[in-house]
């Protein structure tokens, strides 16, 4: 019985010692299954992060040289991704921008350089602070082209008034050297009888002397008798 309950002991000992090198063998082959797992998942997450990086490099540098493009002022180049993540929204609302400013400020410039001031200037929003200028650049232009076409009536109204009076004076010119040609006419006619009334009055003063004379004459004649 001793010897029978001896062998149970050893037994169990032997199966003890057999499960705990199981238990380390299993636990050596999960250290092992964990650290491929956790090397494997660094492994992909390089990856990913290399493919993840590369697949944003190209479009953020496009979008960096689309807004270098925009600060020179050209205005032609456009993303067109068509992406459906954050990198595609932002290519699309650089794209619309891009459109907003060729479409509607720099075609209104064009129409303000070409002379024609009649369009509405688009504005977004309230927010819009471009579209916002440019109406207030047509509404000032307009307002401006109005005084100036005002000032031109004026203008025009004085022209018309300053002709008037230039047609008077011309006539009252016309009349008042009509009426000095007439005075020196006059004054010509009043020299010649000046001159005609002069003859007369010396031959009336020689009748005068003569007369004189001889009635002098005539008393030396009667005294003499």
């Known amino acids: 019985m001793f010897a029978t309950l001896g062998e149970i002991i050893d037994l169990n000992v032997k199966v003890g010692d057999e499960s705990v090198r199981d238990g380390k063998a299993a636990a050596a082959k999960s250290k092992l299954t ?20 590369n697949s944003l490099a190209g479009p953020i540098q496009a979008v960096a040289g689309m807004l270098s493009e925009l600060g020179k002022g050209h ?54 602070a471009i579209g916002a200028a440019m109406k207030k650049t047509l509404t000032d232009m307009n307002a401006t082209l109005s005084q100036i076409y005002l000032a031109g009536e004026q203008v025009n109204s004085a022209a018309a008034q300053v002709s ?30 000046t001159k005609l009334n002069a003859g007369n009055a010396t031959q009336a003063n020689q009748l005068a002397s003569q007369a004189r004379d001889a009635a002098q004459n005539g008393n030396v004649q009667m005294k003499e008798m």
């Open 164 to 193: 008037s009076a230039s047609q008077s004076l011309s006539q009252g010119a016309t009349e008042s050297a009509s009426s000095i040609e007439e005075i020196t006419s006059s004054m010509t006619e009043m020299g010649s009888q």
């Open 34 to 53: 964990a650290m491929t797992a956790v090397g494997a998942g660094v492994l992909i997450a390089v990856l990913f992060g290399v493919f993840l990086a």
């Open 75 to 128: 205005l032609g180049q456009r993303l067109r991704m068509q992406r459906k993540d954050e990198v595609g929204e932002m290519a699309k609302a650089m794209d619309d921008f891009a459109d907003n400013l060729q479409n509607n400020f720099v075609v209104a410039l064009e129409k303000i350089a070409d002379g024609n001031f009649a369009f509405d200037a688009v504005q977004v929003d309230d927010k819009d």
